[in-house]
């Protein structure tokens, strides 16, 4: 599997996950699964040295917290 970081816009507020999916169209299905209102505004493979400098929101840690 690959890891995909997907934007999406919630009301106002914009926000950015990564998540482990099998293509990008699985991971944006994925993500507004869980956000049914929101809007997905790009899917994009991960940057590894990029994402580790700048990390995002993984969809794990959203149900821990």
């Known amino acids: 599997m690959a890891s995909y970081t997907v934007g999406l816009k919630l009301g106002t507020r914009a926000k950015a996950l990564t998540i ?33 400098r700048h990390p995002h929101e993984t969809l794990r840690s959203r149900k821990t917290a």
Do not use: F, W
């Open 20 to 52: 482990e999916a099998e293509d990008a169209l699985v991971a944006a299905l994925k993500i507004k699964l869980e956000n049914p209102e929101a809007l997905v505004t790009y899917v994009r493979k991960s940057n590894r040295r990029g994402d580790r």
